[in-house]
């Protein structure tokens, strides 16, 4: 039974994995095809960056109205809600008929549903469900980050070559079709292991915005994180088109 058990998580754990790989392409993917689709929406790269930058600053936030819509309705539906939004996220891209609807597509509404979707939803349900092997199992979801990096590397950068920018969205949006539905069947009763009387009330939410609100190192942190997550999201997604002119 116990050999069962292990099995079933390994399983679970892989699939979580294969996830996070193809959530995180969306992220990772970007600063490959930066210079495709600049050109392809006749502006510069740091127009087209700053939609990375937003993502990031986005996914942020949006991870705090996931916590939140844990607590309310639980695991599955707010993974149902936040894959529904990275969905709709890239083929709002693929329309986009300026940069403009595209940094609002990609980078706020694919960031909203990145931060609904990863992170704090999966590590939550990965330690509910397992939570004697919890350890071993964050370890690898911190890793799938780096683990889609490494595999796919080739593959957008061969696209980028070509200008094939929509066909690599278009395989990231295929694959996160497939793989989005397995993973929240995988989850089981995951929700029903939560103990009722830990649920957070809407009344203890509001005072802990109104603890935020009126602490000005609260502020002061928040506007630095929302600083440096902007201008990181868009120095990084610049990287691999400086090495470019560079080695040019």
Known sequence: MKVIKDFRFFICLIVTCLYGIVINSLRNSFQFFLGPIADYFHTSSTNI?????????????????????????????????????????????????????????????????????????????????????????LSMLA????????????????????????LGYQTILLSFIIIAPINIFLLGKTDKQVDPRKIVKSDSWILVFKNIFSSSKIKFSILASSICGLSMGIMDTNLVLLMKKRVA
Do not use: E, R
């Open 49 to 137: 960056a700053l939609s990375s930058g937003m993502l990031m600053l986005t996914s942020g936030i949006a991870s705090l109205f996931a916590g939140w819509l844990l607590d309310k309705v639980g695991v599955k539906k707010t993974l149902q809600f936040g894959n529904l939004v990275i969905i709709l996220s890239l083929a709002l891209s693929f329309l986009a008929k300026n940069y403009h609807l595209f940094n609002i597509s990609f980078g706020l509404l694919g960031g909203f549903g990145y931060g609904v979707s990863w992170g704090v939803v999966t590590q939550y349900y990965i330690s509910k469900k397992y939570p004697k092997q919890k350890g071993f199992a």
């Open 143 to 166: 890793n799938c980050n780096a683990f889609g990096l490494a595999l796919f590397s080739p593959l957008w950068t061969s696209l980028a070559s070509t200008n094939s920018w929509k």
